[in-house]
Each structure stands twice: as structure tokens, then as C-alpha cells.
């Protein structure tokens, strides 16, 4: 079983709609969750840290349910510039990633 | 430099040959890793350090993966006997903090590695 599970997708969504990925994780005292995108061909970049307590980021909100050892990205009012591979990194362990296209 | 530079940024073996791909961190950067991303795959853990100090190797495939980074800085992976299944690209990242899972990755374009 790898360390970080997410569901590949793909994803095609229309603009402005809201889609939501998890995560899922194995070891129970993992400390640090992110989640990167990645665009094709092109390296990872942050796009948010994960806290206990969940945060957002203007239409992004990211949560962790450590009970049940998962995280989760939401994207609100999806634009096409939202299209991209989400992926998300527990304890610095990527994974597979969740491919999202966001269609006009 | 301003960020991660790796190189070279493609390389074509021959099934056999050793290749060595080098990551130039962000200056300053403590934490340095290593990444295997297969195509449609995501980054697969291969290695850390921290400063020079190889702390885990866990995700290195086999002993045909030699990683080092021996003053703290620039960091080179060597690959022994490159088979087929090595063809990836190589991701390397730093990262300023030395806490074993804080803070952000900065990564660089990769090294992506075709093996014939």
C-alpha cells in the first residue's frame, strides 16, 4: 500500500464549478500535509499548507481529518487556469496526484 | 542563483552506460531531496539531506542509485548500469528550514532521463 493515495481523476469540470479531491494517508503520525500543483511538463509548486484547524486561500480551502487520515482540497468557482495536477505531499511523500481540467 | 538549477536538463543512455545528474539548491537552502517522477506518476521519494548528512536514502530503487552532497551545497545522483525502467525525470528540491518535515520545497525543472 503507498504511503499516499489520491484518486488519479481525471476531472473535467465547467468553469465556475466547485470540485473537491482527498487524500488519503497511512502512517497515523504524519506531521506536515501540503498540497502542490503541477502544470504539464513543469515542475511542483506550494500551492497551500494544510493545518489541523483547516485553512483557505481565496477559493481554495484545504482541510485534515487526522481521525480518519485524509486532507482535502476544495476549489470553489473553478477558472481554466485552475487546470493542472493537484497533488498532494504527507511528510514530504507525494501523491500519484489528481489531474483537473476545467472546461469553458 | 535565484532558484533550484539542475542539469543537464535532458539525457539519452544507452541501456548499461552510468549517468550523474547534478542539483545546484538555492543558496542557503539547508534540506536537499531527490525525486523519481515516472510519466503520469507523481514525485517519488529517492533521498534527503540535510546539509551534507544523507539522513534518508529510504526511496533510493536499488544500489544502483549513489546520491551525495559532500560540502552542503550542489548535490549530484548517480545511476549505475542505467536499465529502462530508470527513464524519468529527476526532481530535485530545497528547502530552507532543516526541520525533518516543515516548510516549502522548491523545485527544479528536472533532468528528465531517457534510457535506450
Known sequence: ?104 | GAGVSQSPRYKVAKRGQDVALRCDPISGHVSLFWYQQALGQGPEFLTYFQNEAQLDKSGLPSDRFFAERPEGSVSTLKIQRTQQEDSAVYLCASRKTSGTYTGELFFGEGSRLTVL
Open chain 1, 1 to 104: 500500500r503507498k504511503e499516499v493515495e489520491q484518486d488519479p481523476g481525471p476531472f473535467n469540470v465547467p468553469e465556475g464549478a466547485t470540485v473537491a479531491f482527498n487524500c488519503t494517508y497511512s502512517n497515523s503520525a504524519s506531521q506536515s500535509f501540503f498540497w502542490y500543483r503541477q502544470d504539464c511538463r513543469k515542475e511542483p509548486k506550494l500551492l497551500m499548507s494544510v493545518y489541523s484547524s483547516g485553512n483557505e486561500d481565496g477559493r481554495f480551502t484545504a482541510q485534515l481529518n487526522r481521525a480518519s487520515q485524509y486532507i482535502s482540497l476544495l476549489i470553489r468557482d473553478s477558472k481554466l487556469s485552475d487546470s493542472a495536477t493537484y497533488l498532494c505531499v504527507v511528510d514530504m511523500r507525494f501523491g500519484a496526484g489528481t489531474r483537473l481540467t476545467v472546461k469553458p
